[in-house]
């Protein structure tokens, strides 16, 4: 049994996913974009400031915001490659239709499973992308 708050965050992990891919891509192509002047690095003292602009980026870029959400892209991906073609449609019809919400699972018209079966889809897939990032055991 999973637990309803692990379950939520899981749930909303999976459905922030396509923006927060994107928001990834932005961030690292700023990044690997970033003029070497030096600005973008916040270093505090001049003895822990990088020698070269490759290592800049490479500073910037481990971020632990940034490691948190490349590990829950990295989650979402790989279940979601790892499903069948029926599965990801309700993958995508349930958590990427409607940014702010779940779509229902009777609300699911292009889908051609029970409601049922779709809730077990649902299941295994919180429960695979939970374990990818260490929530569920």
Known sequence: MIEKESWRIIELIIRRYPDKKREYEEYVSDVIMASSTGEEYCGSSSDNKPQSVTEAKALKMTSAYMDRLKREIYAVETVYSGLKEEEKKVMR?????????????????????SETQMRRIVFKIICQVGRFLGEIN
């Open 93 to 113: 019809e349930r958590f990427w239709t409607d940014r702010r919400r779940n779509v229902p699972y009777l609300n699911m018209k292009t889908v051609s499973y």
